[in-house]
């Protein structure tokens, strides 16, 4: 689910800049320098010979190239006023221009990130005799984060007394919210009982009440000392029941621990207390 208004990247610029891929943004990059050159070419060619030796329109490009990026290699030369102001005024663009894209480009690098990857599903299995809410997580740097925190939401539609439907938030308690290292994986648990938000629900009953489970993982990135998050939700056809995700943790010989991650994301059914 898509949390927020749906806009372009227009309506808000700068966000849109930063976060929109690194081929569009540099597709966009691309483009904004061509036609500003462009125009500059157009605009010298305004009203007579302001460029001495430039002979044609792609003279006059490749010297609006040689002006925005300080190249100068003194060829073509203005040789009017008009041509004298307008190089100053391109002069000017370029350096504005170089410093704006300089900024963007080191904002979108230095944004701390994370690489944190959940499970596809969360399963609902028997843990110590009680039904418990799990999901699960990898960090795929290597390296900590510190003081990671789980923020763990129910959010389903109730009908209150008078008829509204109203779509509403429940906050869901781990067994432990908080670890004060996250290296490798992370089994969060919750346990479902009488004061669970999920207690006394079913599959069924989740499904009628478009229930999403939405989870914030916050911390700091021991590297770069920087605060960062990561988020994912868990609809009602995705969490299943009766089912136990599979091990994925291994002591190698020299008491390493190793990870599988192709079995990462699997599962596999629970006995039921009739079978064997």
């Not at 030796?53 to 003279?59: E, G, H, I, V």
């Not at 100053?88 to 300089?102: D, F, I, N, Q, R």
């Not at 005799?129 to 389903?156: C, Q």
Request: hydrophobic residues 45%; proline residues 3%.
């Amino acid at each position: 689910m898509r949390y927020g208004a749906t806009e372009s990247h227009w309506r808000d610029l700068y966000h849109g800049l930063l976060t929109m891929s690194w081929g569009i943004f540099l597709g966009w990059v691309a483009i904004a320098y061509v036609l500003s050159n462009v125009l500059f070419a157009c605009l010298y060619a305004i009203g007579g010979e302001h460029i001495a030796n430039a002979s044609s329109l792609w003279d006059l490009f490749f010297f609006s190239v040689q002006t925005m990026s300080t190249i100068g290699y003194g060829t073509m030369v203005p040789v009017t006023l008009y041509g004298h102001i307008l190089v100053t005024v391109e002069a000017l663009y370029g350096l504005l221009a170089v410093a704006m894209g300089t900024g963007l480009m080191f904002a979108r690098f230095a944004r701390p990130t994370a690489r944190v990857v959940f499970s596809k599903v969360a399963v609902i299995t028997p843990y110590n005799g009680a039904p418990t809410l799990m999901f699960r997580m990898i960090n795929e740097r290597r390296n900590l984060i510190l003081e990671a925190r789980l923020w763990v939401t129910l959010i389903r539609y109730d009908v209150s007394s008078e008829g509204y439907r109203m779509r509403r938030l429940y906050d869901i308690n781990l067994v432990r919210q908080q670890t004060p290292n996250f290296a490798l994986s992370w089994v969060a648990m919750h346990v479902i009982d009488q004061s669970s938000p999920l207690y006394g629900e079913t599959e069924a009953s989740l499904a009628l009440e478009e229930a999403e489970i939405l989870v914030v993982l916050t911390g700091v990135d021991e590297t770069f000392s920087q605060t960062i998050h990561s988020r994912c939700s868990y609809m009602a056809e995705q969490i299943l029941w009766q089912r136990r995700f599979v091990d994925i943790l291994s002591t190698l010989p020299d008491g390493r621990l190793k990870i599988d991650y192709e079995q990462f994301h699997r599962t596999t059914a629970v006995a039921s207390p009739s079978e064997p």
